[in-house]
T-cell receptor, first 110, second 115 residues
Framework: TQLLEQSPQFLSIQEGENLTVYCNSS?????LQWYRQEPGEGPVLLVT???GGEVKKLKRLTFQFGDARKDSSLHITAAQPGDTGLYLC??????????WGAGTKLIIKP | GAVVSQHPSRVICKSGTSVKIECRSL??????MFWYRQFPKQSLMLMAT?????????EQGVEKDKFLINHASLTLSTLTVTSAHPEDSSFYIC???????????FGSGTRLTVV
């Protein structure tokens, strides 16, 4: 059974601070996605990483896929209150199903 | 980009009644759709995988007779919660794979409340 461990599950920090969310697995994924979900809405795709070692940037968000394609991180620089939300990582299994992390509830205090 | 339209967004029903949730892929063909259930402050839990023209594959512990899935066309999949009970109250979300972007596009979700 493939598992994806996401940490931390809850993070509350002040505006302007940096943070990193991690997703780790013992399994290899063909790709890994990061999503952000607002209350009462479906998840919205932020980025997909496919190649081992890949780094993608989305404004103040930096996503990295591990060399072995078993882990990934999301780093937010100078967090803003608008970054508040639930962040989810999901790894794509060979049958196209997504293996989900538990999610990180992020609160940025002004 | 790929869009999945999910309706209704909210529904309140009485115990014992059935509720149908629809998901439509608006600008692409979704041969496979996934149905999830999400409890407050938790991650998504896969209920079933729906394939166009064939029977859905249910995850362990999900009652196929209670959660009826129909995927009759490449753009429409439906989830019917039959004989709903208060414990079925939850947030239900569908998604389809966007082959172009390697990602998955999600519907906006349906908040089901059974009273």
């Amino acid at each position: 059974t493939q598992l994806l461990e996401q940490s931390p599950q809850f993070l509350s920090i002040q505006e302007g601070e940096n943070l990193t969310v991690y997703c780790n697995s013992s399994s290899v994924f063909s790709s890994l996605q990061w999503y952000r979900q607002e209350p009462g809405e479906g998840p919205v795709l932020l980025v997909t990483v496919v190649t081992g070692g890949e780094v993608k940037k989305l404004k103040r968000l930096t996503f990295q896929f591990g060399d072995a394609r078993k882990d990934s991180s999301l780093h937010i620089t100078a967090a803003q209150p608008g970054d508040t939300g639930l962040y989810l990582c999901a790894g794509a299994a060979s049958n196209y199903q997504l293996i989900w992390g538990a999610g990180t509830k992020l609160i940025i205090k002004p | 980009g790929a869009v999945v339209s999910q309706h209704p967004s909210r529904v309140i029903c009485k115990s014992g009644t059935s509720v149908k949730i629809e998901c439509r892929s608006l600008d692409f063909q979704a041969t496979t759709m996934f149905w999830y259930r999400q409890f407050p402050k938790q991650s998504l839990m896969l209920m079933a995988t729906s394939n166009e023209g064939s029977k859905a594959t249910y995850e362990q512990g999900v009652e196929k007779d209670k959660f009826l899935i129909n995927h009759a066309s490449l753009t429409l999949s439906t989830l019917t919660v039959t004989s709903a009970h208060p414990e079925d109250s939850s947030f239900y979300i569908c998604s389809a794979r966007d082959f172009q972007n390697y990602g998955y596009t999600f519907g906006s979700g349906t908040r089901l409340t059974v009273v």
